[in-house]
T-cell receptor
Framework: GENVEQHPSTLSVQEGDSAVIKCTYS??????FPWYKQELGKRPQLIID?????GEKKDQRIAVTLNKTAKHFSLHITETQPEDSAVYFC??????????FGKGTRLSVIA | ETGVTQTPRHLVMGMTNKKSLKCEQH?????MYWYKQSAKKPLELMFV???????ENNSVPSRFSPECPNSSHLFLHLHTLQPEDSALYLC???????????FGPGTRLTVL
């Protein structure tokens, strides 16, 4: 069925380095791609999203890029800080399902 | 942080018990969702309600029964659950289906 693949499942970076998480989707009609951050014991929170009419969106240290032809989108975090440590989920609409989520990436920022 | 609330935050129940989870949203949204989050699987969509009508049921076992009495409230009624149903149950809401979803804090359910 329709799904969203997310890689890597775990990622460790040194503080100050960049982190990149990639997702692919299968429904070519998908037009909305949010990213959520979930800290330990807390709810998933939207950190950035992009719609299919743009290829890139930035918000301070966070950016998302979208390649509709290849059906993949990526989250970029620059100048990582310890408080960026969390699980990150990508998501995309698929068929009748408003959002299908990736399996998550556990990001660890090492001070 | 208080846009979507869930009660209780923690619940321990036996396999023969009946309990209900409650979700309330204060954002004026028209769509509400139940998700199951476990260590083995990502966020699994269970039910979607749009304008108080159920539009999605992802083959969820009948021991889970949702109820949406109005656009601000959503319930998940539980009965004769199994230990493998232990998980974090998250509620979410959005302005309409296919819009940004905002999550509640979740109910951590343990089935003994």
């Amino acid at each position: 069925g329709e799904n969203v693949e997310q890689h890597p499942s775990t990622l460790s970076v040194q503080e100050g380095d960049s982190a990149v998480i990639k997702c692919t989707y299968s429904d070519s009609a998908s037009n909305y791609f949010p990213w959520y951050k979930q800290e330990l014991g807390k709810r998933p929170q939207l950190i950035i999203d992009i719609r299919s009419n743009v290829g890139e969106k930035k918000d301070q240290r966070i950016a998302v890029t979208l390649n509709k032809t290849a059906k993949h989108f990526s989250l970029h975090i620059t100048e990582t800080q310890p408080e960026d440590s969390a699980v990150y989920f990508c998501a995309a609409p698929s068929g009748n399902t408003p959002l299908v989520f990736g399996k998550g990436t556990r990001l660890s920022v090492i001070a | 942080e208080t846009g979507v609330t869930q009660t209780p935050r923690h619940l321990v129940m036996g396999m023969t018990n009946k309990k209900s989870l409650k979700c309330e949203q204060h954002l004026g949204h028209n769509a509400m969702y139940w998700y199951k989050q476990s260590a083995k699987k990502p966020l699994e969509l269970m039910f979607v309600y749009s304008l108080e009508e159920r539009v999605e049921n992802n083959s969820v076992p009948s021991r889970f029964s949702p109820e949406c009495p109005n656009s601000s409230h959503l319930f998940l009624h539980l009965h004769t659950l199994q230990p493998e149903d232990s998980a974090l149950y998250l509620c979410a809401s959005s302005q309409e289906s296919y819009y940004t979803q905002y999550f509640g804090p979740g109910t951590r359910l343990t089935v003994l």
